[in-house]
């Protein structure tokens, strides 16, 4: 939500669908609000697993498509980027962060959710080129028959 405007009994609070919310003063002021510095452009982060025995190279590359893709669209990214390991889980699961500088700042939240679908899907097609999969652990099962017995069945040749 974003202050339309302040008066000395209420604020008056835009919605993302230009509601006008009215909250009396009194109340705003027993609330911790948050403000965003809307001047810098926005990090957003996209996090992922690659199955363990993804090789370092594969990553090397992975990282290196992407800052092409970044570099590919100037008006919508920065060509910085961060690709980090952040852990390895159940020993077949490295989870990943990817981290990238968008050119728009707060304000433009639609165009971030459009920029960061691309972006996603632009990640998908990468994975599917390098062969990067996750592969679930092997588990057993039991299988218990629950219910009668089968009744055998009887031939006749008659």
Known sequence: ???????????IFLRYDNQK??????VLATKPISNFYRSP?????VDFAVD?????????VLKSRIKA???SKPQHWRPSLILQAK??????????????????????????????S?????????????????HLLPQEVHLRHVGPAAQPVLLSTR
Not at 52 to 60: A, D, L, Y
Not at 93 to 110: C, D, E, P
Request: no cysteine; net charge negative.
């Open 41 to 45: 452009e926005m990090i957003d982060a």
């Open 118 to 134: 691309d972006l996603v899907l632009e990640m998908k097609n990468i994975f599917e080129q390098l062969g990067i999969k996750y």
């Open 1 to 11: 939500m974003v202050v339309e405007e302040m008066n000395i009994l209420t604020t």
């Open 87 to 116: 852990e390895i889980e159940d020993v077949n699961k490295m989870r990943m962060g990817l981290y990238v500088n968008h050119t728009i700042n707060f304000q433009n939240s639609g165009a971030r959710g459009k920029r960061r």
């Open 52 to 60: 363990v025995s993804t090789s370092i190279e594969t990553i090397g």
């Open 21 to 26: 919310i009215y909250y009396p003063n009194s």
């Open 69 to 71: 893709y970044l570099e």
